[in-house]
């Protein structure tokens, strides 16, 4: 089946304008990660989805990041009030169950350039 | 806190070489393992996992790692090289072990070029 799909793939913002980020995981899979890839590093994580309940937002650098997954399936990241920083590929990735064995599955990110 | 290092940040080997791209993990729990590939304007994708059980691990393309705890190593090893290799790998380790969430902490990367 279709693999887990980001919209957009890119998205070009002024500082201090609010974004979306979308991400379609796999369908029926439980589980659900966004991670934060900035230039030249690996993916940090930011938040995790079990069904619709968000059980960790540790990740997330301010309060003006923002995700939700109501239905227990697409998820959004929102970004208020962008700053410069923010820029980076924002990564999701879904897993079928909750155990830390799975394999996580990733999108192909979304590239946020803040300028 | 669980951490990983990646040593090397880009590796050039010759079409035919041995791959050998290290990772070294720290973690109070023992872990679980993961080397992922990424080519470029793509999402990771897995090559292979060590959870429990054999120590050697094989994965796609080839690839193979050898889960050392008296080291807390994980290398990530292909006898070959080929061009179609040429990527960037990250090792990561599960956040948490055996419960509810496994977020991946991450190595910075290593980029691997091969020249003909």
């Known amino acids: 089946g279709a693999g887990v799909s980001q919209s957009p793939r890119y998205k070009v913002a002024k500082r201090g304008q609010d974004v979306a980020l979308r991400c379609d995981p796999i369908?029926?899979?439980?589980?659900l990660f966004w991670y934060q890839q900035a230039l030249g590093q690996g993916p940090e994580f930011l938040t995790y989805f079990q069904n619709e309940a968000q059980l960790d937002k540790s990740g997330l650098p301010s309060d003006r990041f923002f995700a939700e997954r109501p239905e227990g399936s697409v998820s959004t990241l929102k970004i208020q009030r962008t700053q410069q920083e923010d820029s980076a590929v924002y990564l999701c990735?879904?897993?079928?169950?909750?155990?830390?064995?799975?394999?996580?599955?990733f999108g192909p990110g979304t590239r946020l350039t803040v300028t | 806190a669980q951490s990983v290092t990646q040593l090397g940040s880009h590796v050039s080997v010759s079409e035919g070489a041995l791959v050998l791209l290290r990772c070294n993990y720290s973690?109070?729990?023992?872990?679980?393992l993961f080397w992922y590939v990424q080519y470029p304007n793509q999402g990771l994708q897995l090559l292979l996992k060590y959870t429990t059980g054999a120590t050697l691990v094989k994965g796609i393309n080839g690839f193979e790692a050898e889960f050392k705890k008296s080291e807390t190593s994980f290398h990530l090893t292909k006898p070959s090289a080929h061009m179609s290799d040429a990527a960037e790998y990250f090792c990561?380790?599960?956040?948490?072990?055996?419960?509810?969430?496994?977020?991946?902490?991450f190595g910075k990367g290593t980029k691997l070029s091969v020249k003909p």
């Open positions: 369908s029926g899979h439980v589980s």
């Open positions: 973690s109070s729990v023992p872990p679980y």
């Open positions: 990561a380790v599960s956040g948490v072990y055996g419960g509810s969430q496994g977020n991946l902490i």
């Open positions: 990735a879904s897993s079928q169950r909750q155990l830390s064995s799975y394999e996580q599955y």
